[in-house]
């Protein structure tokens, strides 16, 4: 009421929903259980001296109306592969006092090759994500990871990351071996900074 802006920070071991605080804070740092450099790693980050490029290792969901009941152990509604819903915070989900653009990925010899420009006023680093989903597979998972690595891009600059992408790093559960296995069809690839279908740039492949 003030008009001050507020930082919230959050201190868990894992995901906790904040619907409220999303709406009523300026920003949420997400700090987990940090030890004891703790404090100052997060006045490093709420001060400016540090540019952070974390990225959610789950989903943080709205609220736990959106989960399966909790005794239901089928993947179907559980974790980012196959929840259909609109989570609050999506998993691989992160922000920087900069920003990036991505270019049209090229593939080419199993590599998946992604130009990432740093457009802000910071050098800063991106986590570049790569999903694949199998089109052929509509019982499969929605998307999964196959392949990340982070980046440091100086302002204005930009630089290629090199995802690799053969058959051998594209395996899913197969039900009738019980095992994960390469499987050969059509895929749809998505690359970004997060796991936000919205927020992905696409190709198709075949393997």
């Known amino acids: 009421k003030t008009g001050k802006p507020i930082i919230f920070v959050n201190l868990s071991g894992s995901a906790v929903a ?59 509604g559980h974790t980012y592969r196959y929840f259909k819903g609109k989570p609050l915070f999506a998993f691989g989900h992160g922000l920087s006092f900069t920003k990036f653009k991505y270019r049209r990925a090229r593939l080419s010899d199993g590599v998946l090759r992604i130009k990432v420009k740093n457009t802000g006023d910071m050098d800063g680093d991106e986590v570049v994500q790569v999903y694949v989903r199998k089109a052929d597979d509509p019982e499969g998972p929605l998307m999964s990871l196959r392949g990340f690595k982070r980046v440091s891009v100086k302002a204005g600059k930009k630089a290629v990351v090199e995802i690799p992408m053969s058959a051998e790093n594209i395996d899913l559960f197969n039900p009738e071996t019980g095992k994960m296995e390469a499987a050969s069809g059509k895929y749809i690839v998505c690359y970004g900074g997060t796991s936000d279908m919205s927020k992905l740039r696409k190709l198709r492949m075949r393997i």
């Open 18 to 76: 904040l619907a409220p605080e999303a709406e009523a804070c300026e920003a949420i740092l997400q700090g987990w259980y940090a030890g004891q450099a703790g404090g100052t790693a997060v006045a490093d980050v709420l001060f400016g001296d540090y540019n952070p490029a974390g990225r959610l290792p789950v989903t943080f969901y709205a609220s736990d109306a959106d989960l399966p009941d909790f005794s239901d152990y089928d993947m179907p």
